[in-house]
Nanobody, 128 residues
């Protein structure tokens, strides 16, 4: 059974930082590209960042580029999202996502239909 379990969310003031973690089990983690999405109230779930299986290639949504950093530890089966200079507009539920193992281009994970597995989400609230 595949499980993606996020942690690290919470309440932070604008300008602050948070680090999200996503522990993955039930699959060979190093074979899967990973991503983070977020969903604000009343909005559609949107792409935040993605990372390739092994060479560390990353891509970011324009709204977070330069502030967020996605990384992974293939020994710990964990993907991270370091979020800096947080803004109230970053308030959302953040979801960890795994693409399909045969995807060689992590950009494919920008599309929700290309996500094979989702976590349950973790709330991030940024106060002004």
């Amino acid at each position: 059974q595949v499980q993606l379990v996020e942690s690290g969310g919470g309440l932070v003031q604008a300008g602050g930082s948070l680090r999200l973690s996503c522990a993955v089990s039930g699959l060979t983690f190093r074979n899967y590209p990973m991503a983070w999405f977020r969903q604000a109230p009343g909005e559609e779930r949107e792409f935040v960042a993605t990372i390739s299986r092994s060479d560390g290639t990353t891509y970011y949504a324009s709204s977070v580029k330069g502030r967020f950093i996605i990384s992974r530890d293939n020994f710990k089966n964990t993907v991270y999202l370091q979020m800096n200079s947080l803004k109230p507009a970053d308030t959302a539920v953040y979801y960890c996502a795994a693409g399909r193992s045969y995807y060689t281009d992590p950009l494919l994970l920008r599309t929700r239909n290309n996500i094979a597995y989702w976590g349950q989400g973790t709330q991030v609230t940024v106060s002004s």
